[in-house]
């Protein structure tokens, strides 16, 4: 079993992956403070949720697993048709949505069922406080990095294919 820090840390990991392909695909500066308090907001309420309602009771872990990944495939579909869109698109009502809401509850899923695995040692508000803030700055930071990477690969034409290795990345880490 994980420490505290691990656990917190391994729940906002794909956090981190996503907000770095989403750095890559927006414009510089774009929901900067914005997309890290939508991650905090999800992967704490999720972890919530998962400590209180305890789904391994009702759900077998095959199943949880199943929904995690389908959950994870979802949001990068999502990204990557929004991605593939056009370079306004994400200024839009939908675009935002998608980023702000979609994309980050699909995400969350992970942070529901994992949850449940630290409720035992780690009283569920302290554990959802913990896993927001690691989740907030874990997704800044990827965002940052994104921004940064996603500048330098555009000029070796990989801007297209980077975000999907991370997104692939997030989906592992869910």
């Known amino acids: 079993m994980l420490n505290f820090a691990g656990t917190c840390f391994l729940l906002g990991a794909d956090s981190a992956f996503a907000s770095a392909a989403i750095g890559m695909i927006l414009p510089k500066g774009r929901l900067r403070w914005q997309l890290p308090a939508a991650f905090a907001i999800c992967d704490g309420l999720f ?3 998962g400590c209180v309602t305890r789904p391994g009771l009702a759900i077998d872990r095959s199943v949880a697993e199943g929904i995690t990944l389908l959950a994870a495939i979802v949001a990068m579909g999502l990204l990557l048709v929004l991605a593939a869109s056009s370079k306004h698109t994400h200024s839009t009502r939908t675009g935002k949505t998608v980023i702000l809401v979609a994309i980050p509850l699909l995400l969350a899923v992970d942070n529901y069922f994992g949850g449940e695995a630290s409720s035992a040692i780690i009283p569920p508000a302290t554990l959802a406080l913990a896993t927001a803030g690691t989740s907030y700055l874990t997704s800044l930071s990827g965002l940052f990095i994104g921004e940064w990477t996603g500048a330098r690969l555009q000029r070796f034409g990989w801007s297209a294919t980077a975000p999907v ?8 880490a869910s």
Do not use: E, V
């Open 47 to 49: 972890s919530f949720l």
């Open 165 to 172: 290795a991370l997104l692939l990345m997030a989906m592992i």
